[in-house]
């Protein structure tokens, strides 16, 4: 086989490994931000269902000040009851009563319904608090181990980065300028085997003469189609 050949199949092992860590790299960081986003959206739902236990607190502390107040009035007003003498005065106080009466039923009931959404919303809080702690510590976990794994990429990318770099300095100029730009296509591919006349790249079939000459390896071939380097 070319000696030239045999440099660029090296070349591109190396930088196929270059290219799998950084593949490795950028699937780390997105499920880093996976997590994290999951992480966030947890944060917010035991946020906002905090805040609606707080608030149901506060309309609870304010709808009982409300009924004390009633349920004063209230006496008060039959208090002057057994006082009043005229059946206006007396119908009029009834009549105030009766309103103290129908306003402490409503925050009675008003009570009641804010209570048993208490119980249910602290439950959910309960669930939550456990849930974003129980994730918060496996996320962290997830994350560490994944920056873990981007710092192994980064130092084993640079390994062979550097020696594809050392390398490539040993192809011809010509050969060596050529290579280079097809490696630093897409996908990253400069050099592809034959399977008989078919390029493996692209799946173009080349002349058989040119399949020859590329499977004898007198001759420095590329791909009729693609423009790779073929062996």
Known sequence: MNNEISIMIELQHFWDIVMKCESDIERSKKSIKTWETRLNELSEKLSASNTHVKNLKLDLKKNELALEETEL???KLEHR?????SEREIEAQNHEIALSE????????????ILDMLEKSEIELAEFKKEFSESEQQVKNDILSLDKKISDSLEEAGIYREKFNNLLGSLSSVNQSRFAKLISSKDG?????LNGEICSRCNFQIPSSLAV???SGNRIETCTNCGRFIY
């Open 213 to 215: 000459s590329a499977s």
């Open 189 to 193: 591919v400069a050099i592809a085997k």
């Open 102 to 113: 129908d306003v402490k039923d409503r925050l009675e009931s008003a009570i009641l319904e």
């Open 73 to 75: 009035k209230k006496k």
């Open 81 to 85: 009851l057994d006082q009043l003498k």
